[in-house]
């Protein structure tokens, strides 16, 4: 029995018809954005945009509970000589990344302390959602050409036992001018 090639090529194409119609689209994303030309200079604690916040010695008694926070310590992120100000406020975004527990926020430590995060505060002493969309950072103005946004670190008891150590972590921002 001999097959045509015609009637194989005829059944490829028709085969390919039928999956396509079977992986029919169900919705549709529009994905929009804005470039400005909107920049500021950047400054953490008066210095460059790259800084180390030290947070202050304390006994791990500090931290004896579950849930328990000490070592509070501000830092501030300024914005000045703002240039090309098409838009009048700018805040940080702090980026997920593989020091932050997204469940949470909060950022793990690479540090020999055990039991122990990060946790970042806007200038409410209200927790930030480090890596979240909507995660309850400041918004400053600019349009008078800068601003400064302060935030605040503090130890955080993830566990009902803190052990001693180091604790070093990190966490990237990105300046969003809205």
Do not use: H, W
Not at 116 to 140: F, H, T
């Amino acid at each position: 029995m001999k097959i045509k090639t015609s009637n194989v090529l005829i059944a490829a194409i028709a085969g390919v018809f039928i999956v396509q119609s079977a992986i029919a689209a169900d919705g549709t994303i529009t994905i929009n954005g804005q470039i400005t030309d909107t920049t500021c200079g950047i400054a953490v604690n008066n210095g460059t945009k790259d800084a180390t916040v030290v947070l202050p010695t304390i006994s791990a008694s500090a931290l004896s509970t579950i849930d328990s926070v000490a070592g509070t310590t501000p830092f501030n992120i300024v914005l000045s000589g703002c240039t090309g100000v098409t838009l009048n406020n700018a805040y940080a975004y702090f980026e997920p990344g593989a020091k932050v527990e997204m469940t949470t926020g909060r950022l793990n430590s690479d540090g020999t302390a055990t039991g122990v995060q990060v946790r970042l505060l806007n200038k409410n002493i209200a927790p930030i959602m480090v890596g979240s969309a909507g995660q309850g950072g400041v918004v400053g103005d600019i349009s008078s050409g800068g601003t400064t946004l302060n935030y605040y670190a503090q130890y955080y008891a993830n566990t009902a036992s803190v052990g001693p150590g180091t604790v070093t972590t990190q966490v990237d921002y990105t300046i969003v001018y809205d």
